[in-house]
């Protein structure tokens, strides 16, 4: 269904690609004038773009010669010309799509079309891209053209100090990772102050491998942890007990859902071994959730494959890229649990500050964009989660690689050793062989056996990226044979004979030479020197001369030979190994083997796979041969569809819970922005006042009932806790039992305690004061309320069984809860307000230079005020009144109050008192042994 859809959808291509191929026309005639013009007449384009778009030009009217003159920078600066599909592919993205070219057709040059174009409008666009290196490579390579035609281009890298993204970020163009424009996102909705905000608004961007971000990825929130409780004990006595338990007799397991469950003898027997009466007794429920996490640790994740183990750390290996995912952990106490199960030390839960889904964050922006190898299959996704449809752009050349049927062995070892017989039959013949693995554990296990028949070769996987593009680039070589672990190097070509660039630094270091260096730039003693422009010519030559040999040889050979070792889950990802072969209509062959035993075919592949494997029994075919049949390729593609939807759903229900979240999100950064961005507090006191007034009277004295009924000591109390003083008596108010008359002696009564504060600390801090005090008041709030929304979502699904959906549940328990979150939240911030009590350091007077506020208090820094206000942490906020989920707590005793010191002032009722006089602030204590304390 999801197939015939994605067709009606995609009827209307053809003529979508006729437009953009009159298009190109229009700027292949625009290419003479632009040859013409010289490099200051081509720079001064830019500006005269900028002032089309800014009087309202629309940027399709600007496309083709702002297309043109991309076209002709690149020519002057990288020697690249964009071909006509590349045209068709930046109008693509320029429309908002999604750009499928295949392996080799240079999309990081098409996206330079589109950026340049959409960045003369003075917005920003972010080239998004799957990791640090290729950020700064395309930064380094691409920014040619943006610097060429006057315009500025950032780099964000992971570690950045935020006063080196300021810059980057103000740039036309930035370039950054996916993880990294998002948590700067979530971290710009933390700061305190304006200025310390790093983006400037989310306009256009062009996602690099958008398939591998946005599906891939998706599964995963980004999340901004602080840390939390410790447990590290608990996890440690729950990971001994497992290695002592049977599958299918103490726990029951489906490898295929990632779902375990201990049964009632096997939960007998664990409780024993812990010496615990009942696990879910726990009122907490944090004893079954260690449980739980322990018994996924143990039997659902397995070293190498989902994580490794460097350093004493435990870290997380993506399971599409093979590469580590750094910085990232397993929520919910599963990170803990592997790390107990591993004997590493177990980190401390981590409690979440901000999170959201990548689906959300790129969901920000006005225009989204991308450009892949492998859309298609994924078009229905692209539609409905994000409204991106796929174009499928024509390659410049036909492509003439051979793809072979699979080849089927009954067992996973007859598998490896066919391919290590097939990888040393054409390394005999000099042909290079690229073979795609699916986890760390097969690419060590393949590389052991090409050892023993002596074939030199390169492995990539998780344990080893930091070389990754340097080894893909010379995969093409004669005789290059590289094991990827899920195609690790992704973004970097191969070219048949070996990349002359690469190779010229590899002979620079091979002559002592650091090729990263500058000519000019000294070095010390016994390090490398840098190469001279000559020695970087020769070696270029050579390298040059060297590739174009290897290049005939290659072709002769039969081009490049992928082979992948086993189906993955995704026809995408498959996709994308065999794509590395025959790129720009060179030639090449791609070949999968594939075992019975595979994953894949073992969880998902139903009753053919299991008539196949009796058919193969009784035949007694032998294990080292292979079959070929056309049910076998249907039950592997049948499987990966089944897989592939599953998936989808995953990433759907993700998306849905975080759905409900983002309103909240969105309302709670907005006030945060709007009160950043210069909103006045102080004009919504009087309002706050009155509601908070309103509240306490309505609930304390309702207008149906006699006043005698009223609560008059509850009204007593909360007033007195708001305000930090005792002298409010609601039985005195003459209120003629009118609810309305004491709501209005309450709300006089505020007012005059928040104009004496103003007056005690001065305009300037009290405006201050009443914006930071809001944002500590909301971040507190806001992530109380993430940590209740994570536990609500923990056991949710449990409500299933109650016949009522989870997701409805949630969005109901959700909206209540942002409900007393609001509710609360401006009552804190009142009461907060109220209740400061300033304490500052001693200051020496300097006559000529009087404090601007008039030599009472004065502040260096808003975080200084913040400190000696008493407003620096959530604690402190907790500590002047408010109790747990908003209660307000009993007032302070005045002889608890913490002594302060004030700075001496002609005006000052402190100025004349005697150390040994009784303080004036009525603590019944000596000046000395108070607020004298700190005077000498």
């Known amino acids: 269904m999801a197939g015939f859809l994605s067709k009606l959808l995609t009827l209307g291509e053809g003529k979508q690609l006729k437009n953009y191929e009159a298009t190109a026309a229009k700027i292949n005639d625009l290419e003479g004038a632009m040859q013409a013009r010289s490099d200051e007449e081509l720079r001064a384009l830019t500006a005269a773009f900028r002032e089309r778009a800014d009087a309202g030009e629309d940027l399709q009217s600007i496309l083709p010669e702002a297309f043109a003159a991309v076209r002709e920078a690149s020519v002057r600066t990288l020697g690249l010309r964009h071909f006509d599909v590349q045209l068709i592919g930046g109008m693509a993205l320029n429309d908002g799509q999604i750009a499928e070219m295949k392996t080799g057709e240079g999309k990081t040059l098409v996206s330079t079309l589109a950026g340049y174009l959409n960045a003369v409008t003075g917005n920003n666009v972010h080239i998004v891209t799957v990791n640090d290196y290729l950020a700064r490579r395309d930064s380094e390579w691409m920014g040619q053209i943006y610097r060429f035609l006057g315009m500025e281009v950032g780099l964000i890298q992971n570690g950045m100090q935020p006063d080196k993204k300021i810059p980057a970020y103000k740039a036309d163009v930035t370039y950054g990772t996916n993880s990294e424009f998002g948590f700067d996102y979530l971290r710009d909705n933390m700061v305190t102050r304006a200025d310390s905000r790093v983006q400037r608004g989310h306009h256009f961007a062009i996602v690099d491998e958008v398939d591998s971000i946005l599906i891939d990825e998706a599964r995963t929130p980004l999340i901004i942890s602080g840390a939390g409780t410790q447990a590290a004990e608990t996890y440690n006595k729950f990971a001994r007990v497992m290695p002592g338990l049977k599958p299918g007799v103490d726990f029951d397991m489906d490898e295929a859902k990632k779902t375990i469950n201990a049964t009632e003898s096997g939960l007998e027997k664990i409780e024993a071994m812990l010496g615990i009466d009942d696990i879910y007794a726990d009122p907490s429920g944090q004893l079954a959730n260690h449980l739980q996490q322990a018994l996924k640790a143990q039997f659902l994740f397995h070293r190498d494959i989902d994580y490794v183990v460097t350093g004493g750390e435990v870290k997380i290996v993506d399971e599409f890229t093979g590469r580590i995912m750094e910085g990232r952990r397993w929520s919910e106490g599963l990170h803990q649990a592997v790390e107990a199960k591993e004997h590493v030390l177990v980190r401390e839960e981590n409690q979440t500050l901000a999170t959201i889904t990548l689906q959300n964050y790129f969901r920000l922006y006005e225009k989204l964009s991308g450009m892949t190898g492998t859309a298609m299959t994924e078009d229905a996704e692209f ?26 062995y009954r067992t996973i070892e007859a598998k490896f050793n066919a391919v290590a017989d097939d990888v040393a039959e054409r390394n005999a013949h000099g042909q290079p062989c690229l073979i795609g693995t699916v986890s760390i554990e097969s690419s060590e296990k393949l590389s052991r056996l090409l050892d023993k028949r002596g074939i030199a070769h390169e492995t990539l996987n998780a344990k080893n990226h930091e070389r990754e593009a340097h080894i893909i680039a010379q995969a093409g070589r004669v005789g290059a044979v590289t094991i990827a672990t899920n195609m690790a190097g992704r973004g970097t070509d191969i070219l048949l004979g070996g990349n002359p660039d690469v190779m010229a630094d590899d002979v620079l270091r091979s002559q002592g030479f650091n090729p990263e260096l500058e000519e000019g730039v000294e070095v010390e003693e016994g390090q490398a020197p840098a190469p001279s422009a000559e020695d970087r010519a020769l070696a270029l030559a050579e390298a040059k001369r060297v590739c174009a040999d290897e290049h005939d040889r290659v072709i ?3 081009g490049l030979t992928v082979i992948g070792t086993e189906r993955h889950e995704s026809r995408r990802i498959d996709n994308q190994l065999r794509g590395r072969a025959g790129r720009q209509g060179d030639p090449g062959v791609t070949q999968f083997y594939l075992s019975l035993e595979d994953d894949l ?7 053919r796979m299991d008539s196949i494997a009796r058919m193969m029994e009784k035949t007694d075919m032998p294990e080292d041969m292979p079959i070929q049949a056309g049910m076998v390729s249907k039950a592997i593609e049948g499987a990966q569809r089944q897989v592939e939807s599953m998936h989808f759903a995953a990433r759907k229900n993700v998306l849905e819970y975080d759905d409900v979240m983002n309103l909240q999100r969105a309302a709670i950064y907005g006030e945060r922005n709007a009160i950043l961005d210069g909103k006045n507090m102080d004009e919504r006191i009087p309002e706050i006042i009155r509601d908070a007034a309103s509240a306490v009277v309505a609930e304390n004295c309702p207008a149906k009932s006699p006043s005698d009924d009223w609560d008059m000591k509850s009204v007593d109390t909360w007033v007195n806790t708001m305000a930090g003083r005792t002298d409010f008596v609601a039985a005195e108010v003459d209120h003629d039992d009118d609810p309305a008359l004491l709501e209005d002696a309450i709300v ?15 305009e300037p801090v009290m405006r201050m004061l009443e914006s930071q005090v809001m944002l500590r008041i909301i971040d507190t709030r806001w992530m109380a309320h993430l940590q209740e929304m994570d536990y609500l979502k923990a056991g949710i699904g449990l409500r299933a069984f109650g016949q009522r959906d989870p997701l409805v549940e949630y969005k109901n328990e959700a909206y209540n809860a942002f409900q007393s979150l609001t509710a609360g939240m401006y009552e804190d911030y009142l009461r907060t307000l109220l209740r400061l009590q300033v304490a500052v350091q001693q200051q020496p007077e300097l006559p000529e230079e009087r404090s601007p506020l008039d030599g009472k208090v004065s502040y260096s820094s808003p975080e200084q005020a913040l400190e000696q206000t008493g407003v ?12 747990p989920q908003g209660v307000p707590a009993a007032p302070p005793k005045p002889a608890a109050a913490k002594p302060q010191t004030y700075v001496k002032d002609k005006d000052d009722p402190f100025a004349n008192v005697g150390r040994n006089d009784p303080c004036p602030c009525g603590s019944g204590l000596k000046y000395k042994k108070c607020h004298g304390r700190n005077q000498s």
């Open 556 to 558: 002769a050979a039969g």
């Open 383 to 408: 539609r409905q989660i994000y409204k991106l449809p796929v174009v499928a752009i024509p390659s410049n050349k036909p492509v003439v690689r051979k793809d072979e049927d699979d080849l089927i």
């Open 601 to 607: 075919m073992r969880l998902f592949g139903g009753n």
């Open 872 to 883: 620096a942490s959530a604690r402190q906020q907790a500590a002047a009144g408010a109790g």
């Open 748 to 762: 006089e009564y505020l007012e005059q305690a928040y104009t004496e504060k103003t007056e005690q600390l001065g």
